[in-house]
């Protein structure tokens, strides 16, 4: 990875930790995340305008692809919430973010990329994913299918699930529309685009979702009263965050190296869960983290 890459990623993570956090203070619902996805929308929806007439061109893979982004994009906001709501942070977070890696990583083999992936890569990406699963043990006792048996784990999973869905989409997208050669917009107006679609196909599907269920809907007239601020700003640093990760695609040699390297945000999720929230610091989660520590270093430098 460059340093570019390394930098837009590092701010990413950041920020990215930091809405994790404000989401789970506010027991986060579908109804939060789909408020912070439609002010992602409007925050970007200028660009709409000034690219009026090049997005006539683009053709229908373009447009599924934004379909299906939105689809994995609204699976990873439900399930995040729900697996915040079942457990803590400290334990659903990293679950959520780690474990995409080795799917995307497979995903970069099948398409015949796996040859950009260097051993160091792979090797930390490893290191990572068991780093991840090392942190919601309470004991190196405790090693056990049933510690990761419960909702929250579960949920956490599903997350993940969409989180890797949505990277291998948006990078196979994204290739085509960076190699548009009679297209006057630059690389960081052509990612914002993307993602301001993004923001629109993800809150078409959570929308669909709320107004299906009455709990739903309730719970959306809730936020719009008491959090809709909170949410909002929620949401501009999600798509803050979501603009430097599209960025940053651009300048690495294969997108597992992105994937990988966010997961910075874990070790930061994890101490605001201890300093803010009161949750607890095991043995295992201290050793998870330092084992992550040194796979996001392979990641970076290898």
């Known amino acids: 990875m460059s340093l570019l890459a390394l930098g837009l990623v ?17 027991t986060p619902t579908s109804s939060f995340f789909l408020v912070a996805n439609a002010t992602g929308f409007l925050l970007l929806s200028p660009l709409l305008i000034l690219h009026t007439d090049v997005m006539r061109s683009w053709p229908q893979a373009v447009w599924w692809g934004l379909v299906l982004t939105g689809f994995f994009q609204a699976l990873y906001c439900t399930s995040l919430a729900a697996a915040y709501r079942s457990g803590d942070i400290s334990i659903a977070y990293p679950m959520a973010r780690s474990s995409p890696i080795l799917v995307v990583m497979a995903t970069t083999f099948l398409l015949g990329r796996g040859g950009q992936l260097s051993t160091w890569c792979a090797l ?3 290191l990572i994913v068991v780093g991840c699963f090392l942190i919601p043990m309470r004991r190196f006792t405790d090693l056990s299918l049933r510690n990761y048996w419960n909702a929250s784990c579960l949920f956490a999973l599903v997350a993940a699930v969409g989180t890797a869905g949505y990277s291998i989409v948006d990078d196979e997208t994204l290739r085509y529309l960076r190699n548009i050669s009679d297209w006057s917009a630059s690389l960081v107006e052509r990612s914002l685009l993307f993602a301001c679609w993004q923001a629109l196909s993800s809150t078409c599907w959570l929308l669909l979702q709320i107004i299906s269920r009455p709990v739903s809907r309730s719970s959306l007239r809730r936020v719009l009263r008491d959090d809709r601020w909170i949410a909002a700003s929620a949401g501009v640093a999600i798509y803050v965050t979501y603009g430097l990760v599209l960025v940053a695609m651009a300048f690495a040699q294969n997108i597992s190296y992105i994937v990988a390297f966010r997961q910075i945000s874990i070790p930061i999720g994890v101490s605001m869960g201890v300093l803010f929230l009161g949750e607890s610091l095991s043995g295992p989660k201290i050793m998870g983290v330092l084992v992550l520590l040194v796979g996001l270093a392979f990641v970076a430098f290898g």
């Open 124 to 126: 930390g990406a490893t």
């Open 10 to 26: 590092l701010v990413s993570a950041i920020l990215h930790a930091g809405w994790n956090f404000v989401g789970k203070t506010r």
